[in-house]
């Protein structure tokens, strides 16, 4: 191609760049890719997750601390970050689970919250765009909501008919699902904790995680391992959202790199000639 390459991530909350492709995120940034991540929620309702943070004042101040935590991510991942200004749904729990709350991202019609995105990609203009799979990677409203106008986005942006005065039509040319943690990197993870004598973390969750089906969606395996500790350093700037002392952080990060040293992918749409399985997100188009 005769233009640098651009690469963007449609995220539901801060930390989830860092949390799902971050390490071949710092792998492209360091290729010359530039490299743009779009943030659809503040993450205002977000739980603390690290004991450490659990305190009044950051309860009371959790919209604007995230932001600075996604401040300091950015800078480690070296990427650019958009916000698309909606708000958290929140993880509702209890059975039946509760209502979302009023105005919240998980409840905007598909068509609405699409066109803020449409608006950055037309902007941006992407070669690749990335996301969850349909289920969101997991069942949160935001991120299921993330997947459904982020594939509304990508359908749309390179047709001029629809979203006019959101700029001139883009079409990305391939879009990807992450795949950030399959039974199959958990079981090679576990099995190199063993191997080395160490205690796994995995143990209890694969004895009842049997389902493969995940693993066999994968296409693309980009290989980052040696930015892993860029990841684990951005990862680490959500202070309210990763404990340093949880099981992520009990598995040293020589085991990552030598039991699972990919990003995985599932390649769902291309608009160029492209042979599988990739280990690029940019296969047939450098």
Same mark, same amino acid.
């Given at each position: 191609?005769?233009?640098?390459?651009?690469?963007?991530?449609?995220h539901a909350?801060?930390?989830?760049?860092?949390s799902k492709? $971050? #390490?071949?995120?710092?792998?492209? /940034?360091?290729?010359?890719?530039?490299?743009? +991540? %779009? =943030?659809?929620?503040?993450?205002?309702?977000?739980?603390?997750?690290?004991?450490?943070?659990?305190?009044?004042?950051?309860?009371?101040?959790?919209?604007?601390?995230?932001?600075?935590?996604?401040?300091?991510?950015?800078?480690?991942?070296?990427?650019?970050?958009?916000?698309?200004?909606?708000?958290?749904?929140?993880?509702?729990?209890?059975?039946?689970?509760?209502?979302?709350?009023?105005?919240?991202?998980?409840?905007?019609?598909?068509?609405? $919250? #699409?066109?803020?995105?449409?608006? /950055?990609?037309?902007?941006?203009?992407?070669? +690749? %765009? =990335?996301?969850?799979?349909?289920?969101?990677?997991?069942?949160?409203?935001?991120?299921?909501?993330?997947?459904?106008?982020t594939v509304?986005?990508?359908?749309?942006?390179?047709?001029?008919?629809?979203?006019?005065?959101?700029?001139?039509?883009?079409?990305?040319?391939?879009?990807?699902?992450?795949?950030?943690?399959?039974?199959?990197?958990?079981?090679?993870?576990?099995?190199?904790?063993?191997?080395?004598?160490?205690?796994?973390?995995?143990?209890?969750?694969?004895?009842?995680?049997?389902?493969?089906?995940?693993?066999?969606?994968?296409?693309?395996?980009?290989?980052?391992?040696?930015?892993?500790?860029?990841?684990?350093?951005?990862?680490?700037?959500?202070?309210?959202?990763?404990?340093?002392?949880?099981?992520?952080?009990?598995?040293?990060?020589?085991?990552?790199?030598?039991?699972?040293?990919?990003?995985?992918?599932?390649?769902?749409?291309?608009?160029?000639?492209?042979?599988?399985?990739?280990?690029?997100?940019?296969?047939?188009?450098?």
């Open positions: 191609m005769n233009e640098p390459l651009r690469l963007m991530h449609v909350h801060p930390d989830d760049e860092s492709g $971050a #390490a071949s995120t710092a792998r492209y /940034v360091a290729e010359g890719v530039d490299v743009l +991540v %779009v =943030t659809c929620t503040g993450g205002e309702r977000g739980s603390i997750l690290n004991p450490k943070m659990d305190r009044p004042d950051v309860l009371e101040n959790m919209s604007s601390i995230r932001r600075q935590e996604m401040d300091a991510a950015r800078s480690i991942l070296g990427v650019r970050q958009e916000w698309l200004g909606f708000v958290d749904s929140g993880l509702p729990e209890g059975d039946p689970l509760p209502p979302l709350p009023e105005g919240s991202f998980g409840l905007m019609p598909v068509e609405k $919250a #699409a066109e803020p995105l449409v608006e /950055v990609m037309r902007r941006f203009r992407p070669h +690749v %765009v =990335t996301t969850y799979d349909e289920n969101g990677g997991y069942p949160h409203p935001d991120h299921i909501m993330c997947h459904k106008i509304a986005a990508f359908d749309a942006a390179g047709d001029a008919g629809q979203y006019p005065g959101t700029g001139e039509a883009w079409q990305p040319r391939k879009l990807y699902y992450h795949h950030a943690f399959s039974r199959g990197r958990m079981l090679a993870l576990h099995e190199e904790m063993q191997r080395r004598g160490l205690p796994s973390p995995y143990a209890e969750r694969l004895e009842d995680w049997t389902d493969t089906a995940w693993d066999d969606r994968v296409t693309t395996r980009v290989q980052c391992a040696q930015y892993f500790p860029v990841r684990d350093r951005a990862l680490l700037a959500h202070a309210t959202q990763i404990d340093p002392d949880g099981p992520w952080f009990a598995v040293p990060l020589e085991v990552h790199q030598a039991a699972w040293p990919t990003e995985d992918y599932e390649l769902v749409t291309s608009h160029v000639p492209t042979e599988l399985p990739e280990d690029d997100l940019f296969a047939g188009l450098r």
